[in-house]
């Protein structure tokens, strides 16, 4: 066990874990954070899709000692209110079925529009590509992004 003080959602743990835990799993079973979800454990799904330092990473196969400085940003902290870009775009344009990759796929739009703030299409769908929705929302998602990005899109 080694003891790790970390940054997440801008306030700090102390926790004593093994060095190779996913940071998965140091966000839902000890800092009790349920919104990241764990889909594949093999970092090929995106469920589990956290921002370290406004990147989008795979908290799945992440490990905490890797972590350093870093500042960790969860789906609980994106926006208090729930009023991101994003968030409200899902709401608009009725993105979720299931729901079980929305907050790995709302991480990663949110990471994507961070770089580039009027992604094409095309760039959209590159960068979400390892994003998996089992319900296929993914005309949904991208008319979301799109909205978020502030290209007007027609709902429907």
């Known amino acids: 066990m080694a003891k790790y003080s970390i940054l997440v959602n801008g306030k700090k743990h102390d926790v004593d874990v093994m060095e190779d835990m996913p940071l998965l ?3 839902r079973d000890i800092i009790g954070l349920k919104g990241t979800k764990f889909g594949c454990g093999k970092a090929l799904c995106g469920a589990c899709t956290v921002h370290l330092n406004d990147t989008a990473i795979r908290s799945c196969s992440f490990p905490i000692s890797a972590i350093g400085y870093g ?3 969860t789906i609980e902290g994106l926006s208090e209110a729930g009023d991101h870009p994003v968030q409200e775009a899902w709401e608009k344009f009725v993105v979720p079925q299931c729901g079980y990759c929305q907050t790995g796929q709302i991480m990663n739009a949110a990471a994507l529009l961070k770089k580039n703030a009027k992604p094409s299409e095309q760039e959209i769908e590159q960068a979400m590509q ?4 089992r319900c296929g929302t993914y005309n949904r998602i991208k008319a979301a992004i799109l909205e978020a ?5 027609t709902a429907g």
């Not at 390892?130 to 929705?133: A, D, E, I, K, W």
């Not at 990005?149 to 899109?153: D, I, S, Y």
Request: with cysteine; glycine share 14%; charged share 5%.
């Open 71 to 73: 500042k960790v940003t």
């Open 130 to 133: 390892g994003n998996l929705c």
């Open 25 to 27: 799993w140091v966000l």
């Open 149 to 153: 990005a502030g290209t007007p899109v």
